[in-house]
């Protein structure tokens, strides 16, 4: 490619990512309550989710509130097919972006708190994985509930919810549960400070 090539290259991927930071924060000024933070999840926090994802798994990954690709980014890593991911999204401008950085996808614009209306027709095997990118614990303790009812059933048997948070307690509500849970030690290298939750159907 050669020196110059690479330098434009570098150039270009800053100036998108400028871009897309800006589109979180003025989406973050605008529904701060589907946010919840400022800036998008730190690379730290996004192998932590990923982490919790095991590749050698089949059927779709479905990513819910993905917002500009982070945790997307993350699982490709991790050993997940661009081709397996299900990325609901509720921002169009969000949805854009994540069509132009992972066109092997599939974006879904629409309600994660109505997922299986969302996601009716889209799949054909149950999912080996449910990530949550909202900050639900903002929602309701019914809300979460049926959100987490919604994804179990979506999911394999024994496949995990994954949710992140910047709660120290966990988003789903523990008492009286219907799931195994399990946290993650704090994550300190993100902004703010968060931990990673995984749920699964007993």
């Known amino acids: 490619m050669g020196v110059r090539g690479e330098v434009e290259r570098t150039a270009k991927i800053a100036s998108e990512r400028f871009g897309e930071a800006a589109k979180f924060f003025r989406s973050f000024t605008e529904k701060p309550l589907q ?3 400022v800036t998008p999840s730190s690379r730290y926090l996004s192998r932590a989710v ?3 994802v095991d590749p050698r798994e089949s059927g779709p990954v479905i990513e819910i509130g993905a917002g500009t690709g982070p945790v997307t980014e993350a699982l490709i890593r991790r050993g997940i097919p661009e081709s397996r991911l299900v990325l609901v ?3 169009q401008d969000f949805c854009d972006i994540l069509r132009r950085r992972f ?3 599939t974006v879904v614009q629409g309600d ?3 997922l299986a209306r969302t996601l009716d027709g ?3 095997a149950k999912a080996s994985a449910v990530i949550c990118g909202m900050p639900i614990i903002m929602h309701p303790e019914a809300v979460r ?3 987490l009812r919604q994804a179990f059933s979506l999911l394999k048997p024994g496949a995990p919810f994954i949710q992140f948070t910047y709660s120290v307690v966990s988003p789903i509500p523990l008492k009286d549960a219907f799931f195994t849970a ?3 030690p704090r994550i300190w290298r993100n902004v703010p400070p968060a931990r990673v939750w995984a749920y699964s159907q007993l």
């Open 50 to 52: 990923a982490g919790y």
């Open 145 to 147: 509930l049926e959100l």
């Open 103 to 105: 066109p092997a996808a």
């Open 35 to 37: 946010l919840g933070s």
């Open 182 to 184: 399990k946290g993650s």
């Open 89 to 91: 999204e509720y921002s």
């Open 112 to 114: 994660a708190f109505a």
């Open 122 to 124: 889209v799949m054909s």
